[in-house]
């Protein structure tokens, strides 16, 4: 049965803007336009794509608004400004958008300066509010993102970090959370439950932000297996479980299921069997999710266009992951009011997404 997805993990970026990307080299496997265009190329094969919501792309930025030898909020802000003229059906020429997209753009998560606390979020955010330019597209800033993967420890647990994240709940915004227990370290995901704690603690239960949490913590999927148990009892694999069920006592928070393809081997354009050995592979990672945070807290995620660079190319990596997810599920045995929440109400509902289209 096909159900309605809600993508909850897209980046897009127009060619033009390649130079403001943190990221951004001329080698980059990513260094091309990677527009609404190209999305819906990705996707062409699904007829049940209800929409995306949109997440930061890693601009060139710094905590301080304007500061000698800093990027400030500039590219960060112009970033909110394409989305905004996504959002609204208006492209500008060469932006790979029509009018007709607007519908597709179901939420925004810009980034912002967690860390500089309550005093910056404020006027950063009506900033963004300037730039989004109607009601209708303010409406659909659902969260905002401050990629905490590539900071020094004790970031998370400074005390402006902290209560930046308590005015974001105060606000109804939503966080997402970037770490990377793979290549960062499992420090990160220790130093964001002990964060969580601090966030969570004595704060009444409507103004707790929810605090959604990125492609599984990016675990070690790469570990060879040596015998039947050798994954589930390897460090990398105990560790990483302990912290992302500490994660889930909280309610407030949810897991995204996506940006696998980033953390295995790459995968052929053409070798479809492969897709196999994939969900093989990431079984033990997603039992050991499902088991903490059940499926009411789970979203699909694609991740595009990251998601190419693993998972084969953008003429089968999105749908690949489809089948994935699919097929996860389907191990799960899971009932088709979970399933259908998986793949969109849940990000509907941890997004606070409005939608006109009721059948979701």
Known sequence: MAFPIVDSHIHLFPESHLPTLAWYTPDNPLASQHSVDEYRSAVKSSTSLRGFIFLETDRLSSVEESETGKHGWTHALDEVSLLARIASGTPLPGEGHNAEDRDLCLGIVPWAPVSGGPDALEKYMALVKERAGSEEVWRKIRGVRYLVQDKPAGVMLQPAFIEGLKWLGRKGLTFDLGVDARQGGIWQLEEAVEMMRRVYEGVEEQKKVTIVINHLCKPNLRLQPTSEDSITTHPDFTQWKTQVTAMAQYPATYMKLSGAFSELP???????????????????????????????????????????????????????????????????GLDEKHSKGIWGQVAVKAYGVTLRDTRL
């Open 266 to 332: 790459p995968l052929s354009p053409g070798f479809e069997s492969d897709i196999e050995s994939v969900i093989d592979k990431l079984q033990p990672w997603t039992d050991a999710v499902f088991d903490a945070f059940g499926p009411e807290r789970i979203m699909f995620g694609s991740d595009w266009p990251v998601c190419n660079i693993g998972g084969g190319g953008n003429l089968v990596s999105w749908s690949r992951w489809n089948r994935v997810v699919t097929s996860v599920l389907e191990r799960r």
